[in-house]
Nanobody, 117 residues
C-alpha cells in the first residue's frame, strides 16, 4: 500500500503562485512515475504534470512554461510549482503515483486550488 498526502492548495489571485507538495509513504520502492492531475467542476480529471524517478517530465500544454514539477527521491515527495496562475487553473488537484510492478495507481485526497480573477 502507498499513502499520498498533499498540501499547499488555497486561494490566490490571477497571476499569483502556489506550490503543492505530495509526500508518499508505504511500499514506495516501485513507485514511478508520480504526478498531478486536476479536476475542475463539471469536467473530467486531466493530467497536469508527471515526473519519473530519473527526472523525465511531461506537462499538459495548458500549463507549459508556467508550472514546474520536481521530485525529491530522498524525501519521497513530489512538488508542483504553479506560477502565473489563471482562473482556468481552478480545480481540485490530486497527487498520483503508479506502482510499476503491480500496475496499480494511487491517489491523494485532493487539494483545492482556486484562482480568482
Amino acid at each position: 500500500q502507498v499513502q499520498l498526502v498533499e498540501s499547499g492548495g488555497g486561494l490566490v489571485q490571477a497571476g499569483g503562485s502556489l506550490r503543492l507538495s505530495c509526500a508518499a509513504s508505504g511500499s514506495i520502492f516501485s513507485i514511478n512515475p508520480m504526478g498531478w492531475y486536476r479536476q475542475a467542476p463539471g469536467k473530467q480529471r486531466e493530467l497536469v504534470a508527471r515526473i519519473t524517478r530519473g527526472g523525465t517530465t511531461n506537462y499538459a500544454d495548458s500549463v507549459k512554461g508556467r508550472f514546474t514539477i520536481s521530485r525529491d527521491n530522498a524525501k519521497n515527495t513530489v512538488y508542483l510549482q504553479m506560477n502565473s496562475l489563471k482562473p482556468e487553473d481552478t480545480g481540485v488537484y490530486y497527487c498520483y503515483a503508479l506502482d510499476i510492478i503491480i500496475h496499480r495507481d494511487y491517489w491523494g485526497q485532493g487539494t483545492q486550488v482556486t484562482v480568482s480573477s
